[in-house]
C-alpha cells in the first residue's frame, strides 16, 4: 500500500512539469541587441498568452534591411508536435524543463529547423532564448526584456 502510493505521488510530480505552462511569461518582451550574442533582427518581440495548458505565441521581427519575420502558435504544453500559423508544414511543441525553463522545437515537414530553451530570470523581468539549429549547434543567445 504505502509503495503504491509512493510511486502515484512520484508520477504525479514528474508529470506537472511537463504539463504546466511557466505564467510569469505572459505579456510583451522585447529584444536587448546589446545583451545579445550572434545574429539577431534590429528589433523582435514575443508576445506570449499563457492559459491553463495552452501558449499562444506571436514573434514579430524586423532585420536590418527591413525584412519582416512572423511566427504564430496556439499550443498546448504537452511536448507534442502542433502546426503553426504558418500553414506551410510548420509545427511546434513545447515542454517545461523545470521551474522557469521551457524547450521549444520548430519543424518543417517533419525535420527540427531549430529549438529554443528559453528561462526567465533576473525577477521574472528577462527571458534568455538559446537558439540552435536542427544539429543542435547554438546559433544565437538572446536577451529579451519584459515592456
Do not use: C
Amino acid at each position: 500500500m504505502k509503495i503504491t502510493s509512493l510511486v502515484t505521488v512520484v508520477l504525479l510530480a514528474l508529470a506537472h512539469p511537463a504539463a504546466a505552462q511557466i505564467m510569469e511569461m505572459n505579456g510583451s518582451w522585447e529584444l536587448n541587441p546589446e545583451k545579445s550574442i550572434g545574429p539577431s533582427p534590429v528589433q523582435e518581440t514575443l508576445v506570449f498568452e499563457i492559459a491553463e495548458g495552452v501558449q499562444t505565441y506571436t514573434m514579430t521581427s524586423v532585420n536590418a534591411d527591413g525584412g519582416r519575420g512572423l511566427n504564430e502558435w496556439s499550443i498546448p504544453y504537452d511536448g507534442k508536435d502542433h502546426p503553426t500559423a504558418a500553414g506551410d508544414g510548420s509545427t511546434a511543441s513545447i515542454r517545461r524543463l523545470g521551474e522557469k525553463t521551457e524547450f521549444v522545437v520548430n519543424r518543417r515537414n517533419g525535420e527540427i529547423t531549430t529549438t529554443y530553451t528559453r528561462v526567465l530570470a533576473d525577477d521574472d523581468r528577462t527571458i534568455i532564448s538559446i537558439g540552435r539549429n536542427g544539429a543542435g549547434e547554438i546559433l544565437w543567445v538572446r536577451v529579451f526584456e519584459k515592456l
